[in-house]
Every structure is written in C-alpha cells, then in structure tokens.
C-alpha cells in the first residue's frame, strides 16, 4: 500500500490517482494535510488570489415531475392543484429584474413534464433570446436531455443540436447526485441512470458546449461512492476533444434533508459538518486533475464553511442567486447580495472577480 506522501506527491504532479490511492488520502488524511495539498492545487489550475462569483437566477420552467426523487420537495404530480408552468409574462418580469441587478444568465431548470417535449423548450429558448438578445442561457441538465430523447425517439446529439441552435448556452450538471447506480436507484429510480448521465455529457462535450458537473452528498452513500463519482467525471473530462470546454467546474453539494421523503420515510438525514464538506472541496481539487475550477456551494452550506473552503482548493463561491427554489424547499436559507458575497471572499484574503458561466471575467 502506497504512503499518503507518495500519493499526494502523484496528485501534485497532476497525475490521475486510482480509486484506492484517492481513498486512502480521503479517509486516512488529517483534514489540514488535505487541505494544504489542495491549495497547492488550486495555485496549479488557477495562479493567482482571485476568487469568482456570479449573478443569476434560477427560474424554474415547472415543477411537475415525474421523477419524484426521494430528495425532492419541490416537485409535483400532473393535475396537482400546485402544479405550474411558468408563462412568458412571468419571465419576461423576471429576466428584466436579473438585468436591472447586473446579471446576464438565467440557469434555467424545472421537473421533468410528461407532455413537455423538444418543441415545446426550443421554442422558448428561442422567444427568450429573441426578447433579451444579450441572456445567457444555462438551462436543463442530462436528465432532462434523456427524458426528451425519449419522448422524440431521437439521439442525445439531436436533442443537445436543437437546443444549442434555439438558445442554449451551456448544460448544467444537475441531476449526477451520486453517479452509482445503486445508489440512483435508491433515491432517484426514475431518473437517468449513471451511464446515461455521463453519455449526455460526453455528447455536450464533444459538440463543444460548455457544461458543469455537481455532487449531491451526505445521504445514503459511502465514501467509496464519493470517489467513484469523482473518478467517473474525472475519466469523462480527459475524453474530451483537445480544446473543448468539457467540464468547466464541479459544484458538490449537501443534501438538504428537511421534509424530505429520505428523512421521513427512511429516516436519513445529513449529518455532515463544515469539516466534512471542507474535505470534499479538497478531495474534490486533488482527483479532479483535469477540471480547472472548483465551486463551493455557499448556498447550501453557508458563509463561514464557504470561506474555508477557499483555503482547500476552492477558487469560487457561486451565485448571487436572485432566485431558487429547489434546495430551498428542503431547507437551505443561505442568501448573499453582491456586496456580501465579495466581502466573504475578501474576508478570506482573496479578490473577488465576477465571471460568467464559463468562468470568463464579466464584463
């Protein structure tokens, strides 16, 4: 067995760990020792003491779903009497307040709608654009791109092709979760499963769109389990086309327990700590050798465990999210304006700089 000298060492060197080497340093590493190897890192992929931020918002195109994720207050049954789809009107005042608040990007996401298909989001995408030229669009996510494959019988390529020519900008990570299919199969059965998750992002990535990738943790998975999903999205990035944006960052985030059917029914919640996430931010930065940018989800974690993490290998601290509703239904209270979120980062000795979604500096 390998020391953790000689595996932080190969990690240094950018060299991609195996399973058992990453594992090794995750569980039998000090928290401080992980850190400090991670901050080395980050020095690696992004010199400098900058940190990012940015302003959005999370507008949900509709909150019926199919999927009805064991994690997921949000979502509601066709016919529901809380059932909605957002109407034009209601974007058009939304988008004109993200502007008016210095923002550009909507991250644009809903339920899984059964009779919402291809037709249906190309022509909005297209409405929004012809509207408000200057938005960018980060919108759906693989589940989405694999529900629609289905409902038109057609290729993830002709899905990603349509969107892209309608509007679509870039393809968030959203539903990865964990990428283990005994574990998908506990909390999301209905969603798209780990090989179909990766495929959609392997397509996006050959097509050159840029994308994300995130991590829902802190429920019925192992410590393995976090591995192997970073491993998978580690592999899937040194696939990608030379030049290709491929995973532009990865977001790993709590699961927000409260009210939830895991927590009711099944009795889990999330026990995890600030240190815990502190040490997946830093994990995160040693076996993603090949993604640039590590975000720390301030908005599931909060303030004082967002500005550590900038000392682990973090370099950005997400949005000023004008708006969510997701993880907020679960429990999640943590809001910043602008001036608080660039405080945080100078509290932490960094400069904050406002980037887009492909982490480009605003303008």
């Keep these: 067995m390998k020391s953790r000298v000689k595996i932080i060492a190969k990690a240094l060197r950018l060299e991609p760990l195996l399973h058992e080497e990453a594992y090794i340093l995750y569980a039998e590493s000090s928290l401080s020792e992980l850190m400090t190897a991670a901050r080395l890192l980050r020095e690696k992929h992004v010199p400098g003491n900058e940190a990012g931020w940015i302003i959005d918002r999370n ?5 019926v779903c199919f999927s009805q994720c064991k994690f997921c207050n949000f979502c509601r049954r066709p016919g529901d009497p809380e059932a909605f789809i957002t109407g034009i009107n209601e974007y058009r005042q939304k988008i004109k307040e993200l502007f008016e608040k210095g923002g550009r990007q909507l991250l644009l996401q809903g339920g899984m709608h059964p009779s919402l298909g291809l037709k249906y989001y190309t ?14 669009l980060h919108a759906l996510g693989p589940p989405e791109i694999v529900h629609l494959a289905r409902l038109e019988n057609r290729s993830y390529h002709y899905i990603l092709e349509k969107l892209v020519k309608s509007g679509l900008d870039s393809l968030p990570g959203a539903g990865a979760e964990i990428l283990v299919d005994r574990v998908r199969r506990m909390v999301s059965p209905a969603k798209a499963t780990t090989d179909e998750w990766l495929e959609v ?3 996006a990535h050959i097509m050159n769109l840029p994308t994300s990738a995130t991590m829902m943790y802190g429920h019925i998975e192992s410590a393995e389990d976090r591995i192997e999903h970073l491993i998978r999205l580690r592999d899937l990035q040194a696939k990608k086309p030379e030049g290709h944006y491929g995973f532009v960052t990865f977001i790993p985030w ?5 009210g939830t059917v895991l927590s009711r029914k099944y009795g889990v919640y999330n026990k995890t700590l600030m240190s815990d996430h502190i040490r997946i931010i830093a994990i995160s930065r040693i076996v993603l050798n090949n993604i640039r940018h590590i975000q720390s989800s301030i908005l599931t974690t909060g303030r004082d465990t967002a500005l550590m993490t900038l000392h682990a290998g973090a370099n950005d601290l997400g949005s000023v999210m004008i708006e969510e509703n997701v993880v907020s239904a679960a429990g999640s209270s943590n809001m910043f304006n602008a001036d608080e979120l660039q405080s945080i980062i100078r509290e932490g000795g960094f400069s904050p700089v406002l980037r887009n979604q492909k982490y480009e500096i605003a303008e």
Excluded: S, Y
Aim: proline letters at 7%; aromatic letters at 12%; hydrophobic letters at 40%.
């Design 123 to 136: 022509g909005l995408f297209n409405r929004l654009k012809d509207e408000f030229p200057g938005l960018l």
């Design 254 to 258: 709590p699961f927000q327990d409260k």
């Design 201 to 203: 992002m392997r397509v």
């Design 59 to 63: 507008v949900n195109i509709t909150n």
